[in-house]
C-alpha cells in the first residue's frame, strides 16, 4: 500500500522489526504497509471513533492482514497494554490531544523505546512538553503537501539537552539538519505572529499589550532564525 508523503515519512522514522500501535488510525493505511513491506512484524491500529474503526478493519481485511494488524477500537493509548508494543504511532491529531492520551496513560509507555508522532498543530507545545516529562527529541522532519506543513517527530525515553524554549519550539533538529522547507515554513510562522500581533495592538489591556511583547520578543528571534537557517542552507548545498 502506497503512502502519502506524510504518512512516508512517518514510517521512515519506525525501526526496522519493531511492533508498533498506531493510535487513530483512521483507515489503518500506515499498519498495513508496515506489515507489508515487512517492517513490522506485528500493528495495533486502533481508532476511538466507530466510523473510522470500521474502516480500519475493511482495510486490513481487504488487504489479508488480519494476522500481522490487530485492529482495537478505544481511546488513546488505553488500547494496549504495558510491553505490548516497542513503538507508539499518533499521527493526525493536535499536539495538545496528543499530550492529554501520553499524560493518561504514563505506565503503557515504560516499555516504548520510541514515540513517533505527527502533530497536526500545537507542535511547539508538544516538543515543550516532551522536554518535560522525560522524553528527548532524536529526529525531525517536514512534509510539505500542498499549501499545508507537517512535522514528523521521533522521541525517545532521556534528557533532553536543548533547553532553549524557542528553539523547542520552533524544532531544534529541524534547525540542526536545515531542512530545504525549513525557511518557508518559518516564513509561515513569521506571518501568523504578525497577524496575531497587529490585532492585539488593537486593543488597551493590559494582557494584549504583555502578549504584544511577547510576540515581538519572539518575531526578533524568527526574523535572526530564519537569516541563519538561509544562510546555512546555502552553505550546506553549496
Not at 50 to 55: G, T, V
Not at 78 to 91: N, S
Not at 119 to 131: E, F, N, Q, Y
Not at 199 to 216: H, N, P
Request: charged share 25%; net charge negative.
Amino acid at each position: 500500500m502506497e503512502l502519502t508523503p506524510r504518512l512516508a515519512a512517518v514510517a521512515g522514522f519506525i525501526p526496522q522489526g519493531v511492533r508498533v500501535a498506531d493510535i487513530g488510525t483512521d483507515h489503518a493505511m500506515l499498519p498495513v504497509n508496515l506489515v507489508e513491506t515487512g517492517k513490522s512484524p506485528f500493528v495495533i491500529a486502533a481508532d476511538v471513533n466507530e466510523k473510522p474503526y470500521l474502516a480500519a478493519c475493511r482495510q486490513v481485511q481487504a488487504a489479508g492482514a488480519g494476522s500481522r494488524v490487530e485492529v482495537r477500537k478505544g481511546s488513546g493509548l488505553e488500547v494496549i497494554r504495558p510491553g505490548e508494543v516497542d513503538v507508539v504511532v499518533m499521527a493526525g491529531m493536535g499536539g495538545n490531544a496528543i499530550i492529554n492520551i501520553i499524560d493518561q496513560c504514563r505506565g503503557v509507555l515504560d516499555d516504548v523505546i520510541r514515540l513517533v508522532l505527527q502533530p497536526m498543530t500545537d507542535a511547539g507545545s508538544l516538543r515543550l512538553w516532551l522536554a518535560r516529562n522525560g522524553w528527548r527529541l532524536v529526529d525531525e522532519e517536514l512534509v510539505k503537501e500542498g499549501e499545508k506543513f507537517y512535522v514528523i517527530m521521533a522521541a525517545e525515553p532521556g534528557i533532553e539537552n536543548q533547553q532553549d524554549h524557542f528553539l523547542l519550539e520552533m524544532g531544534p533538529l529541524l534547525v540542526e539538519k536545515y531542512s530545504p522547507l525549513l525557511v518557508e515554513y518559518l516564513e509561515k510562522i513569521k506571518m501568523d505572529s504578525q497577524k496575531m500581533l497587529s490585532g492585539l495592538t488593537r486593543s488597551r489591556s493590559e494582557e494584549s499589550m504583555d502578549k504584544a511583547v511577547e510576540i515581538t520578543n519572539r518575531l526578533t528571534r524568527l526574523k535572526e532564525l530564519i537569516n541563519r537557517c538561509r544562510q546555512g542552507a546555502e552553505k550546506y548545498s553549496g
